[in-house]
């Protein structure tokens, strides 16, 4: 009996001295939960694409013959219709906000240099007859937009619009009955600006996107000046241009960046 005591109290205290050291032991920490992806924040950038515009330009024949004759004895209305495409390069700089749900506000200022070219010809049927050549050059685009999106995580769906101006340089030249012209107009023209895009962010700071842009300017009439004839005259141009284009953005100042 005595030895049954015995064994039974050894266990005993055994078993408190294990509770004991485990006790000591330090507690495992729980896994770190990384914060929820935010897009609030703000985000500087560059930007590689393509343009291709449409340009109507009415009317350059009665331009010349007009200026040529003192008085307006062109018959009928001539459009020139310009494709100018080239390549778009330029920045970007914008800030968002992520409602609690998955809602993207933001607003974007934009610009860009573009190498958008074309010509074409018009017969001019009072010369004998005679040939003028229509040229139109777009230098640059700016915008200002306001952007609504929503979010997948790291994947922003988006659209936007807003203002926006182009820089356009208008040329007529060529030889009306043996003399030569070249008349000059440059603008700078108001319009608006709408499109849509996808952003990814690929690191905490780093995102790309692609996008779509439909640019419209409208029907304006533009100056056009010959300095070696000292004519004076003008055209109207209806243009719009359609961007297409990739950019990557730097992030910085997010709340869960």
């Known amino acids: 009996m005595k030895t049954l005591l015995l064994i039974t109290a050894a266990a005993m205290t055994l078993t408190f001295a ?3 050291s485990a006790a000591d032991l ?7 939960v990384a914060p929820p992806f935010s897009w609030t924040g703000c985000y500087l950038g560059g930007t590689l694409g393509g343009a291709f515009a449409r340009k109507d ?5 009665q331009l010349v013959q007009d200026s040529f004759n ?4 062109t018959q009928g209305i001539t459009t020139a219709r310009l494709s100018p495409d080239g390549a ?4 970007q700089i914008g800030c968002d906000y992520q409602f609690a749900g998955n809602a993207v506000i933001g607003i974007e200022g934009f610009a860009a240099g573009l190498t958008n070219k074309s010509s ?3 017969l001019l049927p009072l010369g004998s007859p005679d040939i003028a050549t229509v040229q139109a050059t777009t230098d640059f685009l700016t915008s200002v937009t306001g952007r609504l999106g929503y979010a997948f995580d790291s994947v922003l769906v988006y659209g936007r619009g807003g203002v926006a101006m182009a820089g356009d340089k208008y040329v ?9 012209f070249s008349f000059t107009g440059l603008e700078n023209r108001f319009g608006w600006v709408a499109g849509a895009g996808v952003e990814w962010a690929f690191s905490p700071h780093w995102s790309v996107n692609f996008e779509y842009d439909y640019y419209g300017f409208g029907t304006r009439s533009v100056t056009m000046f010959d300095a070696g004839n ?5 055209v109207k141009v209806r243009q719009d241009i359609q961007v297409a284009k990739v950019g990557l953005n730097f992030h910085s100042w997010g709340l869960g960046w």
Not at 26 to 32: E, G, I, S
């Open 172 to 180: 007529v030249f060529g030889s009306f009955l043996g003399t030569p």
């Open 230 to 234: 000292v004519f004076l005259g003008s």
């Open 70 to 73: 003192g008085a307006p004895v």
């Open 57 to 61: 330009v009415t009317d350059p024949v």
């Open 18 to 20: 294990g509770i004991a």
């Open 26 to 32: 330090p507690l495992k920490a729980a896994p770190r």
């Open 120 to 122: 074409n010809d018009v």
């Open 88 to 91: 778009i390069i330029g920045g």
